[in-house]
């Protein structure tokens, strides 16, 4: 069993609640990186450089700890979709992607201890939204304003009735921190998990 210290670096209770499920004990902490696409730089890609500066930051302040770094990208035809924030920006977001595929591109690292090591994975979900009138959106966010999510639907809650399928290796990458992939990574750096 690995007895050291293990980080979340990030402020999502959303990635929190999924880390509990593994039963280790583990502190989330809040990096302080900018999340924006760099120019020119695909969604896929922008998750994969901000979960690596999530661990990498989190590897600066904890140097003995175990630090796990997750970031999702929503990808619509290669642009990338953020957190609406608003009302009205998650209308336009439900009304751009009624009918559409959206890529959830879910990043992960592991740092070790005195980033030593990075252990790195990207986990896709395929998400197809079903072609949504504007009452069925309104009804929605009256009931449940995902503002705080990409794409402004909560596959585990009320935005699963948004959907038409979802298609990809691992139901908890949806959400925002790939359980299936953390725990063979972390299997693989010694830590008991079943």
């Known amino acids: 069993m690995n007895n050291n210290q293990l980080i979340l670096a990030s402020g999502s209770q959303y990635r929190a609640e999924l880390l509990r499920r593994l039963g280790l004990d583990f502190e989330a902490w809040a990096p302080d990186v900018d999340e924006s696409p760099a120019p020119g730089e ?27 770094g997750s970031d999702q990208v929503a990808d619509h035809d290669g642009k990338p979709i953020g ?5 009205e920006a998650a209308r336009i977001q439900l009304r751009s992607m009624r009918g559409q ?4 591109h879910t990043a992960l690292c592991v740092a070790a201890p005195g980033a030593q090591r990075f252990r790195e ?3 896709d979900t395929e998400v197809a939204f079903r072609t949504l009138s504007d009452a069925e959106i309104e009804r929605y966010l009256e009931r449940e304003p995902a503002f705080d999510c990409a794409g402004s639907a909560k596959s585990e809650g009320l935005g699963i ?6 298609r990809g290796d691992d139901p908890t990458a949806l959400i925002g921190l790939p359980l299936i992939a953390l725990s063979a990574m972390l299997r693989a750096e010694g830590f008991d998990l079943p």
């Open 101 to 104: 595929v959206i890529l959830f």
């Open 42 to 68: 695909a969604p896929r890609d922008t998750a994969r450089r901000l979960a690596r500066a999530k661990a990498e930051a989190g590897a600066r302040r904890f140097p003995q700890a175990w630090i796990i």
């Open 161 to 166: 009735a948004l959907l038409d399928r979802l």
């Open 121 to 123: 994975e990207l986990v």
């Open 83 to 87: 957190k609406p924030g608003t009302i």
